[in-house]
């Protein structure tokens, strides 16, 4: 074996070693504001909506903490519900999701003039009444009923900017353990490559 395949040798193994002692400073780093407290966090604010608002879901508060941080995190309805072991729950992630004033975008576009059903709503009609009025199935009109509620008392409440708060919180330790991890390994590397070169 050349000189120069052994250094090339050491340098790969003292890299692969180096590389674990990164990722365990990330780790530990990352405990300081880790999921734990994450999910703590959102428990909290979680229980404070249920109490308020009475929430009713066969959901634990648990969950709601985990559906609160994978809608964050981009995740549908039915990804939440199979991080959740079940992915028969899409749909109740999706009701209790509303209840939390968590709302995507396909949530606020109904299927009729919404001015139209707020118009008929302060009137007094029943669920019915709207659902022959609008040309829509009852169960519609109940769900977006609901919906605009929620939408309605998210914009009154500090929930949500709460929810975006610790999730913020968790972005910012999340792009410090990875900028840790990257410039660890880069620090070992250039040095480890210099040592070689000389």
Same mark, same amino acid.
């Given at each position: ?27 530990? *780093?990352? /405990? ?18 249920s109490k308020r608002y009475n929430i ?50 396909? /949530? ?70 990875? *900028? ?6 880069? /620090?070992?590397?250039?040095? /480890? ?6």
């Amino acid at each position: 074996m050349s000189d120069r395949t052994e250094q090339l040798k050491e340098l790969f193994l003292k890299i692969s070693s180096n590389t674990k002692v990164v990722e365990k400073q990330a780790t530990l *780093h990352g /405990d300081l504001k880790g999921s734990e407290e994450i999910e703590r966090k959102l428990l909290v604010v979680v229980s404070d909506m249920s109490k308020r608002y009475n929430i009713q879901t066969k959901l634990t508060p648990e969950q709601l903490a985990t559906v609160v941080r994978l809608f964050y995190k981009g995740l549908s309805d039915t990804e939440i519900a199979e991080e959740l072991e079940d992915r028969a729950l899409n749909k109740t992630v999706s009701r209790a999701r509303i209840k939390l004033h968590l709302f995507r975008e396909s /949530d606020l576009k109904p299927p009729f003039e919404k001015q139209e059903f707020v118009k008929l709503n302060d009137a007094g009609l029943s669920v019915k009444e709207m659902s022959e009025r609008l040309g829509v199935a009852p169960s519609t009109i109940s769900e977006y009923k609901n919906i605009f509620e929620c939408q309605e008392a998210a914009e009154k409440d500090g929930f949500t900017k709460r929810f975006e708060e610790i999730i913020s919180d968790q972005d910012v330790s999340e792009r410090m353990v990875t *900028h840790i991890s990257k410039d660890g390994l880069q /620090d070992t590397m250039d040095t /480890d490559y210099e040592t070689a070169e000389a």
